[in-house]
């Protein structure tokens, strides 16, 4: 039997936790490469000054349809997006249901100089994510921050840190200010979050640049459908 913990405690009722994904992709050493030429070749045919913040269209999936290793990418972008919503849906989902990702934008972003995206959330789909192809000088962690402004990192804001400005602050919601969470770049880590979470990728400025893919998605289930009927008593 189960050692009882504080946590334990009956009376206490804890809600609505966030779900998200974060893991290296095993092929990143063959994958990257290719595509950081892709990527370079792809900015460089618009002339753009390499000082400047680049952030292509998000078709790159039907801009370069039959490239091997983006292709490769995005497979194993969907499955990991498969993994996360069925971790996130668990009880809601059927047992071994089927279901159809759909990558709805994909795009990359080359960036140094200081430069960053103001906070903000994906719309119009269930899921998104960042694919770190590069992460070049980026914070590696929290102690390597230590007490620093993150270096390149992506944040990931909780529903928290809507009652930070202005809200009443003593010892007894010291929780609120737990209200964000870093997602470290390392070479080859894919992080998927649900796509309404407000997250800003933080400046960065480094000898080389940082490079990422970006992405939104949305899921089908086995008959088709994208949305579900009000009310999960049916
Ligand atoms: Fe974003």
Redesign the pocket.
């Known amino acids: 039997m189960a050692k009882k913990t504080k946590q334990d405690n009956p009376n206490i009722v804890k809600l609505w936790s966030t779900t998200l994904l974060s893991k290296r992709f095993a092929h990143y050493q063959k994958v990257n490469p290719a595509l950081l030429e892709l990527f370079y070749q792809h900015r460089d045919r618009e002339q753009r000054s390499p000082e400047q913040a680049y952030a292509s269209r998000d078709d790159l999936l039907s801009r370069y349809p039959l490239h091997k290793e983006l292709n490769e990418l995005a497979d194993y972008i969907s499955e990991s997006i498969v993994e996360v919503a069925r971790e996130a849906n668990r009880g809601l989902w059927r047992e071994d249901e089927k279901v159809r990702v759909t990558i709805s934008g994909l795009w990359f972003q080359i960036s140094n100089g200081h430069s960053f ?1 103001e906070m ?1 959330v ?1 719309g119009n789909a269930s899921w ?1 994510g960042v694919y770190y192809l590069r992460a070049a000088d980026s914070s590696r962690s929290a102690t390597d921050v230590k007490g620093q402004q993150p270096n390149g990192v992506t944040r990931f804001y909780g529903p928290h840190v809507e009652h930070m400005a202005g809200g009443f602050g003593d010892y007894g919601n010291l929780y609120l200010h737990d209200n964000s969470w870093d997602s470290f770049p390392q070479d080859g880590k894919l992080c998927v979050f649900p796509a309404h979470i407000k ?1 800003m990728p933080f400046p960065y400025v480094g000898e080389e640049d940082r490079v990422i893919l ?1 992405f939104h998605a949305q899921v089908f289930n086995s008959s088709g459908s994208q949305k579900y009927d009000y009310g999960f008593n049916n």
């Open positions: 995206h903000h994906h998104s997250h970006s």
